[in-house]
């Protein structure tokens, strides 16, 4: 019997008893003996193989079809247009002039490099957090003469600017994979002045920037993970493989139809190879192999003796149902329905359509407010009012004691759309009739303040009664029109 047989039966070895796995996949049998991974903590794990994962996860997105769709479409269902603020401070008018300050102004000049508006941004991000598992967002304080509605930009920067590879160990502080920590907080950041990858990069010397005035956006799988890992990784393999495979079977059916068959003889002599045996005219030979070419849907007749042997057709058996399993495991490593991925709906339904995304809404919405909107949307509407207050943009009474209340905001992530507009429509409308919902939470489902409704919805009301119109959705029908008519 051996150790192993002796370790799962409990015996007991030189008077000391022998660990018993109580989980089969804590065994050491000959199945998963050869499953031994490292048990590294949260950060080395990420950091040992980073710029490797992050490369490849990078030229995916860029030659991988899929890898590019699936980042594209994370991205454009997370973010859309734009995760809208809405400020909820108690002084309406404050509120009222900063939701125009954002909007109307500070949005377009947002942007430090001058591409982007803020909306922009906050794609641009979420896009390297799918892509190379975290961005970074340097808050400019510009001066005050820099001709700006506030004075604030932001810029984002790439992870590569913070050496993941810069560790250190000082008396007052640590500084982990690029990230200094004091006191189990962090304090500054570790950054090149440039894109190390870039051209001409003169001056590599690392630089300490305050931790206030960085935003670093990544979504941690690991209590105390410090950096973050491309969102691509446990897809990138398959992905690879699937795709060199299918350029290989293109390439095959593509090579196999210049082939079509032969035609045999019995018996051949030197002159049967250089003249068509159908035309009579000379054959081609400068390949080095002499070919007969033939019109399609040509029925050629033969000369006694010969026949002709048709090459078996490349029906490709089974290459469908392969290459749907194949985008399955794709599309379940990024996190998205295959459907969506591949854009193959002929095996889908409207209400198995309906679950589907119901599911992926769900975890959509759980980056959206677990790491999107409290790490980079509400520290930037923080900068932003903190700049507009100093600048005087904003009028804010007592800001200094009342910061936390100016600050208050809630966010409007952009509305998914009714799957079926007429049914979704009227099961809203039924539960804010039964009491279950109100109009104002109905709004802010759907990305809109229902007190802007309400004013829109007036002053339509005014300028049809102006103009003497009448609708089947006025919410208070005009009792002198109703008697003209």
């Known amino acids: 019997m051996d150790f192993e047989t002796l370790n799962s039966r409990g015996f007991v070895i030189d008077g000391m008893p022998l660990a018993q ?12 003996k050869g499953w031994a991974p490292g048990t590294a903590g949260p950060t080395r794990s990420v950091v040992g193989q980073l710029s490797t994962v992050r490369a490849r996860s990078r030229d995916a997105a860029r030659n991988n079809g899929w890898i590019a769709n699936g980042i594209g479409n994370w991205v454009g269902n997370e973010v859309g247009t734009g995760i809208k603020p809405r400020s909820k401070a108690k002084d309406k008018a404050f509120a009222a002039a900063a939701n125009a300050l954002w909007e109307e102004e500070f949005a377009k000049a947002a942007d430090h490099d001058g591409v982007l508006d803020v909306y922009g941004l906050m794609a641009l991000a979420v896009r390297s957090r799918k892509e190379a598992g975290e961005v970074f ?17 932001f810029q984002l920067i790439e992870a590569d600017q913070c050496p993941h590879s810069h560790n250190e160990l000082r008396a007052d502080y640590e500084v982990i994979a690029g990230i200094e920590f004091a006191k189990g907080k962090r304090t500054h950041y570790w950054m090149y002045p440039r894109h190390p990858g870039e051209q001409g990069v003169g001056n590599t010397q690392l630089v300490p920037i305050a931790a206030r005035d960085i935003i670093h956006h990544f979504a941690p799988l690991r209590p105390g993970q410090v950096r973050g890992m491309a969102e691509t990784v446990q897809a990138l393999v398959k992905a690879r493989d699937f795709d060199e495979y299918d350029d290989a079977e293109l390439t095959r059916k593509k090579t196999r139809a210049n082939y079509t068959g032969a035609i045999k003889r019995q018996g051949y002599d030197e002159e049967d190879f250089k003249f068509d045996p159908f035309t009579g005219d000379p054959i081609d030979s400068s390949s080095g192999v002499p070919v007969v070419s033939l019109e399609p849907g040509t029925f050629p007749a033969l000369l006694p003796g010969e026949e002709i042997q048709l090459f ?19 599309a379940a490593a990024l996190g998205i329905p295959y459907e969506l ?25 759980q980056y959206q407010w677990l790491y999107t909107i409290p790490q980079l949307c509400q520290r930037m509407w923080e900068a932003f009012i903190d700049a507009a207050v100093l600048a005087g943009r904003l009028r804010a009474p007592d800001y200094a004691t009342r910061r936390r209340e100016y600050l208050a905001c809630d966010w409007r992530p952009q509305a998914w759309r009714y799957l079926h507009p007429v049914q979704d429509a009227q099961g809203e409308l039924m539960l804010i009739k039964g009491g279950l919902s109100s109009r104002a939470d109905a ?4 990305g809109y303040d229902v007190e802007e409704i309400d004013q829109k919805n007036q002053a339509d009301a005014a300028r049809a009664k102006e103009l003497g119109l009448s609708y089947s959705h006025d919410p208070v029908p005009d009792q002198s029109l109703r008697d003209e008519q």
Do not use: C, K, T, W
């Not at 796995?21 to 998963?32: E, N, P, T």
């Not at 709004?443 to 759907?446: H, L």
């Open 341 to 365: 991925l591949s854009g193959d709906m002929r095996n889908v339904n409207d209400r198995i359509l309906r679950a589907l995304l119901n599911e992926y809404r769900r975890r959509i919405e």
């Open 443 to 446: 709004a802010a489902e759907r």
């Open 312 to 330: 078996d057709g490349d029906q490709g058996g089974g290459y469908g149902d392969f290459m749907r399993q194949q985008l399955m495991g794709v």
């Open 137 to 153: 967002v340097r808050i400019h304080h510009m001066p005050l003469d820099a001709d700006l509605p506030v004075p604030l930009q």
């Open 21 to 32: 796995a109580s989980y089969d996949a804590a065994s050491q049998g000959r199945r998963l």
